[in-house]
């Protein structure tokens, strides 16, 4: 069983930054690929990002192109996401999930996930 844990949240102005954490309890996290998803009260959950279990590709969803970065660091079993010039409609909880051997492409179920940690954007 696989655990994750994000962390990294907060209050933030809008045109600000954040870094997200997720750390996980396996030996190898290298050997999973990750995704962040983000869910807002009254809305669906919403892919925001992955990496592939390699690390060598990502794919973010459109709204968060060019301000959002994804990324690994295997000796630390964790995977970041950087966010930049954050929106309030980024406001929501976000949360990490971890698939084995999974790459970066839309559509990959993920078998674990965290409990989320709240992103909130002031306008």
């Known amino acids: 069983q696989v655990q994750l844990a994000e962390s990294g949240g907060g209050l933030v102005q809008a045109g600000g930054s954040l870094r997200l954490s997720c750390v996980a309890s396996v030996r190898t996290f290298s050997d999973y690929g990750v995704g962040w998803f983000r869910q807002s009260p009254g809305k669906e959950r919403e892919f925001v990002a992955s990496v592939s279990w390699v690390g060598a590709t990502t794919y973010y969803t459109d709204s968060v192109k060019g301000r959002f970065t994804i990324s690994r660091d295997n000796a630390e079993n964790e995977v970041y996401l950087k966010m930049n010039s954050l929106k309030p409609e980024d406001t929501a909880v976000y949360y990490c999930?971890?698939?084995?051997?999974?790459?970066?492409?839309?559509?990959?179920?993920?078998?674990?996930w965290g409990q989320g940690t709240q992103v909130t954007v002031s306008s």
């Open positions: 999930a971890a698939s084995w051997r999974t790459g970066a492409y839309p559509g990959v179920r993920y078998d674990y």
